[in-house]
């Protein structure tokens, strides 16, 4: 079984940063993209970012020069450093991995902004 599991959501008033951790565990070989998404209530899930297994990143406009996403590929794990967050980044993030056609998720962590 592989599964992803995201840790370092909160609690974080206006203006905060947090830092959000996903591990792989189980048999898998490769990995070749990780991402991190989320879903606001009532919305539907939506790409924050995303990194390749050579490192390329790609980010949603809205978090575009506040948010970094990282991996470690010798633990297994991925990483996304939020800054400067607004009550929009709100809602629950979920890290995904990618091996070949085959995507694993995560259950998700709540983050939650303050104004």
Do not use: H
């Not at 840790?7 to 792989?24: D, E, F, K, P, Y």
């Not at 606001?40 to 980010?59: D, M």
């Not at 991995?97 to 998720?105: D, H, L, T």
């Amino acid at each position: 079984q592989v599964q992803p599991v995201e840790s370092g959501g909160g609690l974080v008033q206006a203006g905060g940063s947090l830092r959000l951790s996903c591990a792989v565990s189980g048999s898998i070989f490769v990995i070749n993209d990780m991402g991190w998404y989320r879903q606001a209530p009532g919305k539907q899930r939506e790409l924050v970012a995303a990194i390749t297994s050579a490192g390329s990143t790609n980010y949603a406009d809205s978090v575009k020069g506040r948010f970094t996403i990282s991996r470690d590929n010798a633990k297994k794990m991925g990483y996304l450093q939020m800054n400067s967050l607004s009550p929009e980044d709100t809602g629950v993030y979920y890290c995904n991995a990618r091996q070949g056609v085959r995507w694993y998720w995560g259950r998700g962590t709540q983050v939650t902004v303050s104004s």
